[in-house]
């Protein structure tokens, strides 16, 4: 049984390898970084093989996941050089496109791209993939099945990648918990008081819009009764420029992920 390959050791493998033992994967898993101390502790806290050598590592994939920063991928993959034998590839570098990685490692490499959530690791994640257009059907399910081990997976054309990128980040939501909290502070509540509540605002009542059948629309209008306290807290953010605010940050990391796509 040929071994998943991730060649990075960084956040995201670490947070997939997690979700992976969680749900009882059984293909082996082998780690490459050049960094020896990201390997010692892979190898120490999950069931993962560390490997030194780069070329050794791509030898022995059954499936390769590139999870190296965007502004490292294009190194790393002319170190490996033109491969002779078939082997999938996917790539977790936000803005590198398909055509890019392609033009690397050869033709007997199928190539794909995916977006994992951090929140993987506790099998809550959410990961975007998307493939060229030649792609077998049975790349394809492959490609899904494995990320479908870690949560939902959601298959969407690559010119949409970089905008789902920038909005489905965990991020928004970490970034609003603390922001929240610490208003609520200012406000007087104590510090875990105030996480308390800001996570209800966000985590329970998203997941109660997640699990039931009623439109975001009408549980905005059940939350904030109009001329009540939700609906003027609403209204006043709105006229601060909260949904600007929210715009700029997006196009901000779309502006980003594009400058991704020039590194090669």
Not at 41 to 53: H, I, M, Q, W
Not at 55 to 66: F, H, I, K, P, T
Not at 113 to 121: I, K, L, T
Not at 188 to 203: I, P
């Amino acid at each position: 049984m040929k071994p998943t390959v991730f060649l990075g050791g960084g956040r995201i493998t670490t947070a997939l390898i997690a979700g992976l033992r969680l749900a009882n994967y059984k293909k082996p898993i082998l780690v490459h970084d050049r960094h020896p101390e990201k390997l010692r502790k892979l190898s120490r806290d999950f069931p993962a093989v560390a490997e030194t050598d780069l070329r050794r590592a791509v030898q022995q994939a059954g499936m390769l996941v590139v999870a190296v920063r965007p502004d490292s991928v294009f190194d790393l993959l002319s170190k490996i050089g033109r491969l002779q034998r078939p082997v999938l590839a996917v790539s977790l570098a936000a803005g590198i496109p398909l055509a890019l990685l392609r033009a690397r490692l050869g033709s007997p490499v199928q190539w794909a791209r995916a977006m994992p959530s951090p929140a993987c690791r506790s099998g809550h994640g959410l990961t975007a993939v998307t493939f060229p257009r030649s792609s077998a059907k049975q790349v394809r399910a492959r490609v899904k099945s494995f990320f479908a081990t870690v949560g939902a997976v959601l298959e969407i054309p690559e010119s949409q990648f970089d905008a789902f990128t920038v909005t489905y980040s965990c991020s928004h939501g970490y970034h609003a918990l603390a922001t929240l909290a610490r208003a609520g502070q200012r406000l007087g509540l104590d510090r875990r008081t105030a996480r308390t509540a800001a996570a209800h605002a966000l985590a329970d009542g998203i997941l109660s819009w997640r699990q039931s059948k009623v439109s975001l629309e009408h549980l905005l209008q059940e939350a904030a009764t109009p001329g009540g306290i939700a609906a003027t807290t609403m209204a006043s953010m709105d006229k601060a420029g909260y949904a600007r605010a929210v715009e700029r940050g997006l196009q901000a990391g779309l502006k980003k992920a594009k400058a991704n796509a020039k590194l090669g």
